[in-house]
């Protein structure tokens, strides 16, 4: 899970959790300030009709029924017991509710005073009510049914306000989180697609008040201690290979004159022919490390376009000049954008270069110094196929094929360095196309570069 993810579900967990405990907490103090409210008016209902029927000699139990039944403090289905000292039932409302009472309710009544207790739907309080000639218990039991509904609307509210919030946070939360980390999405495409070619990359830093932008720029200082550090290695690889290039052509020179001197003994000839291969080699290496050297975005950008079929037919022909025993056989295959994917983009010198060493590549190890070259074109791709037959490299081979100084198996016996297809993958990589090896069947190996249009 993204940080992103995780910051918008930890912040959109933690309002749900606090939101569900406010609204439980809402609910539950009004839940208790509701029932303290109707025991209240119970308790004043209770010692009213008390009062009445003891304190007022003129009202009998009739009256004070009739009293009762037309209270404006009337409650919702609301019955009403009096008992004297002896427990005996005095008065009674005309109520139809009934109230469950025992002399155990009373005597513990007696003791506390009051209480109050839930009987079904019905709520009940009872009181104790002493005078200085004679006790009175009293019982109430209503049901608040404006109370009930109330708590009712209440508890709708609450879970149609969680629900609605909860939702509307989430969204919020996601929306905030995914603006606010923009800069850091920002931050790691630039980083992704950076790679040799272009260390010059920065990234955007408008201040220095928040941790992405800190980052950002310590990312900058860094990449600029990088790139300088790259150049120089660049340019040392690239003096040396130019100072090395000078004594080596002349030493070249001075072999080839002693070899083709009639003076020169035969054996010594040999000898010195070992030596001039040896030095040729030498001299390869040289020219490849100078082109690795000089392959960069900056120095080597170039917007001509050139056919992809030409450069083709140019590196055939300059890998025939110099190996002439290799044959290549062309092959077209048409299709509606075929001329149009043939554009390419790019510089001409390095693309030749890059073809020029695939095609070797694959007359240098095949079984019959011969190659197959197919160009095609599918879905918006240009895609040159070399084929070959001859030994194929095994699995851990082929996923370091393109690395510095990697040779096969089947490079036994066959010169190089392991440099060749490492030069054609970075030139590639400047034109924005890429090249994989494969084994479509047994003894073959096919090479495929994709150009993108």
């Avoid at 196929?385 to 851990?396: A, F, P, R």
Wanted: net charge neutral.
């Amino acid at each position: 899970m993204t940080l992103k993810n995780r910051i918008s579900l930890l912040v959109s967990l933690l309002f749900t959790i606090l939101y569900g405990l406010a609204s439980t907490l809402i609910f539950i103090l009004y839940s208790n300030f509701r029932k303290d409210e109707f025991r209240d008016r119970l308790e004043i209902k209770a010692l009213s009709n008390i009062k009445l029927l003891v304190n007022v000699k003129e009202v009998d139990n009739q009256l004070l029924k009739m009293i009762d039944q037309n209270s404006i403090n009337k409650l919702y289905d609301e019955k009403t017991l009096v008992f004297d000292s002896k427990y005996n039932l005095i008065y009674s409302s005309i109520d139809d509710a009934k109230i469950k009472w025992s002399i155990e309710d009373l005597k513990y009544l007696k003791k506390n005073k009051t209480f109050f207790k839930q009987q079904g739907n019905y709520e009940v309080y009872g009181v104790f009510y002493d005078t200085k000639d004679r006790d009175f218990y009293a019982l109430i039991s209503a049901t608040d049914d404006f109370g009930q509904r109330r708590l009712l609307f209440l508890r709708y509210t609450l879970v149609a306000s969680y629900i609605f919030f909860t939702c509307l946070c989430w969204v919020i939360t996601s929306i905030g989180v995914k603006k606010l980390m923009n800069p850091l999405n920002t931050f790691h495409q630039k980083i992704k697609n950076i790679n040799e070619n272009n260390l010059d990359t920065r990234v955007e830093s408008k201040s220095n008040k928040n941790e992405i932008d800190l980052i950002a720029n310590e990312f900058n200082f860094m990449m600029d201690r990088i790139e300088i550090s790259y150049q120089r290695q660049k340019e040392f690889t690239a003096n040396a290979s130019h100072e090395l290039r000078t004594p080596l052509s002349r030493l070249t020179s001075q072999i080839e004159n002693v070899i083709a001197d009639n003076k020169t003994s035969d054996e010594r000839r040999s000898f010195l022919t070992n030596i001039l291969s040896d030095v040729n080699q030498l001299t390869e290496l040289i020219n490849s490390l100078l082109i690795l050297s000089k392959i960069d975005n900056k120095n080597n950008e170039n917007n001509e376009v050139h056919r992809m079929d030409e450069i083709l037919f140019s590196a055939i022909e300059s890998l025939n000049k110099s190996f002439p025993e290799f044959v290549i056989l062309f092959e077209i295959e048409e299709s509606e954008n075929l001329d149009t994917a043939l554009e390419i983009k790019g510089n001409k010198n390095l693309l030749e270069i890059a073809i020029n060493n695939v095609l070797k590549n694959a007359c240098v190890y095949s079984n019959n110094k011969q190659a197959k070259v197919t160009i095609s074109a599918k879905d918006n791709t240009l895609i040159i196929s070399i084929l070959n037959t001859g030994e194929t490299l095994d699995e851990n081979e082929q996923k370091n094929v393109f690395e510095p100084f990697m040779r096969g198996q089947n490079s036994k016996g066959t010169s190089g360095f392991g440099l060749g297809l490492r030069i054609v993958q970075r030139i590639l990589t400047l034109h924005n196309a890429t090249i994989t090896y494969s084994v479509p069947n047994i003894n073959t190996n096919l090479f495929q570069l994709f150009f993108n249009l």
